[in-house]
């Protein structure tokens, strides 16, 4: 699985997850957020891959390395990320800790069935 695959396959996820709740949660700047709701989202990808599984750590932690080199791009410190996605982590953490065995299951079957190239 590539990594831009993998990217869009938890993305897809963990908006599924949250109901987009990362994004309304998130105060507004004059980048609109963008880095911070980026990183937020990465943190609840990891968290949501963790879970489901299909990944291996190495695989995780590469994908959050290349995440964090990115978001340099935004203007955004290590530093920052490194705190927007483990806010992210935390959510997801306390929204699955809610969930039902049944949601959690069907959230996982939802993420392993999306095709290729979504």
Not at 39 to 68: D, N, S
Request: glycine share 10%; with cysteine; hydrophobic share 40%.
């Amino acid at each position: 699985m590539t990594t831009v695959r993998a990217f869009q396959t938890i993305s897809f996820c963990c908006l599924l997850l949250t109901g987009g709740a990362v994004f309304a949660q998130t105060p507004v700047d004059p980048m609109g957020g963008m880095g911070e709701k980026l990183a937020k989202l990465g943190g609840q990808m990891h968290v949501a891959a963790k879970k489901c599984g299909g990944y291996t750590e190495e695989q995780l932690e590469k994908m959050k390395a290349e995440q964090r080199k990115n978001s340099a791009n935004l203007a955004m410190t290590e530093e920052a990320f490194d705190k927007a996605f483990a806010e992210g982590e935390r959510l997801l953490e306390e929204r699955w800790k809610n969930m039902s065995s049944a949601e959690r299951a069907a959230a996982c079957e939802e993420m392993k069935s999306i095709p290729d190239g979504v």
